[in-house]
């Protein structure tokens, strides 16, 4: 069975850096999607962003407006790991994020509210400080 885990998250000053990692174990699709998101306290769940891989390396990014031009996904094949750089972290940034995972390709799939992912990873939270 596939498992996500989330981790990376911690406390840091505004304009700081911190890269979330999502690491996926029992990957055996030809294709796959992972996305980021996160949610506040009170808030409504939303994404952030999204990749479209496969066995044969191919890779589609994907941008929520929630961060885009300061998150980057990444994938690091060899430890079946998908990475989050966050930059110029705001007190607003401030939430749990978690990882989601479906054994396809899914387009944006950071774009939906979640729907449509069926594997999730623990949240790591992320507290941006002023």
């Known amino acids: 069975d596939v498992q996500l885990q989330a981790s990376g998250g911690g406390v840091v000053q505004v304009g700081g850096s911190l890269r979330l990692s999502c690491a996926a174990s029992?990957?055996?699709?030809?294709?796959?999607?992972i996305a980021w998101f996160r949610q506040a306290p009170g808030k409504e769940r939303e994404g952030v962003s999204c990749?479209?891989?496969?066995?044969?390396?191919?890779?589609?990014?994907y941008y929520t407006d929630a961060m885009k031009g300061r998150v980057t996904i990444s994938v690091d094949d060899a430890v079946n790991t998908v990475n989050l750089q966050l930059n110029n972290l705001k007190p607003e940034d401030t939430a749990v994020y978690y990882c989601?995972?479906?054994?396809?390709?899914?387009?944006?799939?950071?774009?939906?509210?979640?729907?449509?992912?069926?594997?999730w990873g623990n949240g790591t939270l992320v507290t941006v400080s002023s």
């Open positions: 989601a995972g479906v054994g396809r390709k899914y387009f944006h799939c950071a774009g939906y509210g979640g729907h449509g992912m069926d594997y």
């Open positions: 990749i479209n891989l496969s066995k044969w390396g191919d890779e589609t990014t």
């Open positions: 029992d990957i055996t699709f030809d294709y796959w999607s």
